[in-house]
């Protein structure tokens, strides 16, 4: 089959017709040009060749074209500039740039990614062709632990082949470090970019400025065959965001008729910095043609650090009278009430996700003869997150009906994005708000029998505040061993076949604090404390929602100064335990694969066909709280076999345009929260329908993958260098995905709780989690890159790159009830002007989606699935390259400027089925950098 390769050779490859260039020439040279060579009159080819050279933006663009073009699987790419200059200041949004990918905005920041429709749970993620493990509960990536500034490239791929290791019915993105034996002569290099949110600081002790500094070396030794390239990068990065967010919308009754009205909300200002300090290693080390080893490392230290305060108003479900005064009949929504002795909750909160990843990787490549090749590959992967979430409650009297209540009312009026509300009260005067619960929330016994005050007036009313304190620890260890042999026939080129083996743990452990006032004792101490003065920050401006200013008070300080006695929740809950759990796998994998290489009607076929096998062993360890308020440890194990054939052909009608064709079975594992060994269990006197007398609640250990078959067809036009367009065709028959449902488990040998006694059935009915279920979706994908110069040379530098994929799915679950999928927005688009030559070049891009369900978390740090709705971000960049233009004392220096969300796009989830039911309305405002690039 052809291959490309980096070199110093020009390409010049010729066909019909207006537009004459078609292939890439990518270039290793030491000033990172590419030389692209155009022939300027076919009808006599042995005319001089006119040599254009193209460098930035648009050789990266040139170099992902190349990718995609020579790939034998149907994949996206994206090439960065030079180290440290991907296109965007976040991998997630350079990759969202790409035809059928969708990012999500989780805290402002794109970071899970979605492919083709299928949520983030659903493709696999690698470095340099390695298994990832995950900062988050499951196995979706959050690409904002991955710096973007010591990434050389992305390669998504659409298709699998057999050697992929990576698992996904979506897709497989890999993400790429350099090479140093991959380019020529010795690089350093520094950039250096400061940031700054739109909004002013809506915390007085939050930030809204923020800096990224990057170092990277790399050099070739020993008559360049040993190869070093290290890279360390550090940043600290605000966001700042304005968010209504409701508890709910109950029924309630006005005027003989049933509406929704808004149960409560919880609106703050959010100020976090993102502190992320990442160091890279590469090192290459080829002595001879035969031989080639390498190791790659990779260190994140990250540190999420955010301050929300705001004021939590309960309104149908709280204390006071309800007038409802307006409703939309359309909707059957109340749009505006007003609530009489209403009691709120002010709330000054903390927030850290402290995370830290470890990648290490070691590759040997020996060639045993010219015709046979061996392959042996080791990695370890590690990543720890630590939540310390901490919610701090003030306001105008302890428990319930304590203190002075206030009248409030809320209007809906602009939409969907959220309420605001006329107050009485003001929430910035600290005589008025105190620290304490105002409400009597979080009852628990080990509260009152601690304090004393159980059948007193305080029972119940402890808690003034809460602390989560959920923690994540994902252990992945991989080995591979592959040999690639060269045949000589008409059909097959070579021959692949290789054998891998992963362990992977990954454990939840959950755990909260009820938080109450040292002060606090009875009978001599029941009120409220004011807020010290050493720990008042002023006030926090709440006028997006109507509320005005509310006090800002250091509860971190307090917590560490020791104003605030902390309970373990577990020690009052027992059921807490089943919110910690491990699940491990051990996955044994094994594949051959046939290099097709062929000809139908003078038309070279090339491509790959194979099979890949794969036994899994899994495995979960957890707690089941019995009805009789006791915890047991459970272990449960599960294994199966999947076989996954694939299929890959590239047919080349002519030097610039190809038709591919793909199919192959795929798998996608279970959640990994979903999978746990957790539950709940109830013995009942009275068996049920299936005559089980235990019935659990919680994880499902016995869960398969969601399996699918995918087909592929893909027409691609290769007319320029820099210019290529495609149509595509996609279909995926997708069986045993996950839903809710109903099982059966043993419980042999569990007594009784009540009598001790073993029952003689031993059964569960378990409620959780199930496989079943069917549908199929379909889909369409048109992208591009039309560079200008394609019809006049007076526009050459002018181009732009766009993308649409529609998307349609059916699917039902096992009682044949239609389902949609997580992640799936029926329309996603991409659209990217940009102009660069002479080293000035300007880029403006957008992207867009439709709804979707997306996971974001909830209670306790829970994965919870929530509508959100579409949105289309615009963002846009403008650089100088003073080497690129002809200041040669200024080499190596260039110059840009960026703004990230310049519309200013909300995120937006809704909570039912009316637009007016925000569930959350998130407004980020805007970002900007100014940065430098210094290359020695």
Excluded at 143 to 148: I, R
Excluded at 195 to 204: A, G, I, M
Excluded at 595 to 600: A, K, L, P
């Amino acid at each position: 089959m052809p291959s490309f390769k980096l070199n110093k050779t020009t390409l010049a490859l010729l066909s019909s017709g207006v537009l004459t260039i078609f292939a890439p020439i990518a270039t290793a040279q030491e000033d990172n040009e590419t030389a692209i060579a155009v022939q300027t009159d076919t009808a006599e080819q042995d005319k001089e060749m006119e040599v254009i050279e193209v460098s930035g933006f648009r050789r990266s663009i040139v170099e992902s074209i190349s990718t995609k073009r020579y790939s034998a699987n149907v994949v996206e790419s994206i090439s960065a500039e030079d180290i440290g200059k991907l296109p965007d200041s976040s991998i997630a949004e350079s990759i969202a740039r790409l035809p059928g990918l969708a990012a999500q905005r989780l805290d402002g920041r794109a970071s899970r990614v979605s492919i083709r429709g299928f949520g983030e749970n659903e493709s696999g993620t690698t470095l340099n062709g390695r298994d990832q493990v995950s900062i988050s509960d499951n196995r979706g990536v959050e690409f904002d632990l991955y710096p973007s500034e010591i990434m050389s490239g992305v390669t998504v791929y659409k298709t699998p082949n057999a050697a992929i290791e990576g698992e996904g019915i979506a897709g497989v993105i890999d993400l790429q470090t350099i090479r140093p034996l991959s380019k020529e002569g010795r690089v350093f290099q520094i950039n250096g970019t400061f940031e700054k949110t739109s909004f002013d600081k809506l915390n007085p002790d939050g930030d809204d400025t923020g800096k990224r500094g990057t170092v990277f070396y790399m050099d070739q030794f020993q008559d360049n065959t040993l190869g070093l390239a290290i890279a360390y990068s550090t940043m600290s990065s605000p966001n700042q965001e304005k968010r209504w967010n409701s508890w709910g919308y109950p029924e309630f009754t006005y005027e003989g008729e049933d509406y929704s009205i808004l149960g409560g909300a919880k609106p703050y200002v959010r100020s976090s910095t993102l502190d992320r300090d990442s160091t890279m290693l590469v090192l290459q080390y080829q002595p001879n043609d035969d031989l080639t080893m390498s190791f790659d490392g990779l260190y994140v230290d990250y540190l999420d650090t955010k301050i929300l305060r705001g004021i939590e108003i309960p309104f149908a479900w709280g204390q006071g009278s309800i007038t409802a005064n307006s409703v939309d009949e359309a909707s059957g929504f109340i749009t505006s009430a007003t609530s009489e002795g209403q009691r709120v909750v002010v709330r000054n909160d903390h927030e850290t996700r402290d995370a830290e990843l470890i990648s290490l990787g070691f590759n040997t490549k020996y060639h045993f003869s010219d015709d046979v090749k061996v392959d042996f590959d080791v990695s370890y992967s590690n990543a720890k997150r630590d939540v310390w979430s901490v919610e701090s409650y003030s306001g105008t009297g302890r428990g319930d009906e304590r203190g002075e209540a206030d009248t409030l009312t809320y209007t809906f009026d602009n939409g969907n994005t959220g309420a605001t509300f006329d107050h009485t009260l003001d929430y910035s005067d600290f005589d008025l708000i105190q620290l304490g619960g105002p409400l009597s929330w979080g009852w628990s016994s080990a509260l009152n029998e601690q304090y004393g005050v159980v059948g007193t007036d305080y029972e119940n009313q402890l808690q003034d505040g809460f602390i989560n304190a959920p923690s994540i620890e994902d252990e992945l260890l991989s080995v591979k061993l592959s040999a690639e042999q060269l045949l000589d026939n008409d059909y097959i080129s070579a021959v692949s076949y290789g054998v891998s083996h992963r362990d992977r743990e990954k454990s939840k452990v959950s755990e909260g604090y009820f938080m109450t006032l040292s002060s606090f004792s009875y009978p001599d101490n029941t009120g409220m404390l004011s807020v010290p003065e050493d720990y008042r920050l002023g006030s926090v401006n709440l006028d997006f929602i109507g509320m005005g200013d509310m006090i800002a008070y250091d509860t971190m300080g307090l917590i560490n100064d020791g104003y605030y006695d902390l309970l373990q929740e577990s020690l009052t809950n027992t059921s807490h335990a089943t919110k910690s759990w491990t699940v491990k796998e051990e996955i044994t994998s094994a594949y051959v694969q046939a290099n097709i290489d062929t000809e139908i009607a003078d038309m070279p076929l090339t491509g790959l066909m194979g099979v890949r096998y794969v036994h899994t062993k899994q495995s979960s360890q957890g707690n089941a709280f019995s009805s009789a308020d006791e915890i047991v440890a459970t272990d449960i194990s599960y294994d199966y076999n999947h076989i996954l054939p694939s299929l890959n052909l590239s047919l080349q009608i002519d030097e610039a345009q190809t038709v591919r064709f793909g199919i192959a079975k795929t798998i996608a594992r279970a959640r990994l929260d979903e999978m746990n060994a957790s539950f709940s269990a109830t013995y009942n006197t009275i068996p049920d329908e299936n005559g089980n007398y235990w019935s659990i609640s919680g994880g499902n250990p016995n869960l398969k993958p969601k399996e699918a078959v995918g087909v592929d067809l893909t027409y691609e036009n290769y007319f320029s260098a820099e210019g290529y367009f495609s149509v595509a065709l996609f279909y995926k028959d997708i069986t045993n995905w996950i839903f809710d449902g109903n099982y059966t488990t043993d419980l042999s040998g569990v007594a009784n709780p009540a009598t001790g006694e073993i029952p003689a059935t031993s059964t569960a009915t378990g409620s959780g989690k199930v496989n079943g279920g069917k549908g199929t979706m379909t889909g369409y994908e048109i992208s591009g890159t039309l560079p200008l110069n394609s019809f006049s040379e007076y526009l050459d530098g002018f181009g732009l790159i766009a993308s649409y994929t529609g998307i349609h799915s059916d699917i039902e679950d096992q009682n044949g009830n239609d389902y949609q999928l997580p992640g799936l927005s029926d329309t996603i688009a991409t659209l990217t002007f940009y102009y660069e030559k002479k080293g000035f070049s300007v880029r403006a891009s957008m992207r867009y989606r439709d709804d979707f369900k997306g996971d974001v978390y909830g209670l306790g740090f829970d994965t919870v699935q929530v509508d959100i709705l579409g949105e289309t971000i615009w963002d846009a960049q403008i650089g100088y390259d003073f080497g690129e233009a002809g200041f040669d004392k200024l080499d190596g220096l260039s110059i840009f400027l960026q703004g990230y969300n310049l519309n200013k796009e909300p995120f937006t989830s809704l909570q039912g089925d009316n637009n007016l039911q925000v569930r959350d309305y998130q407004d980020y405002g805007s970002s900007y950098l100014a940065g430098f690039s210094y290359k020695f």
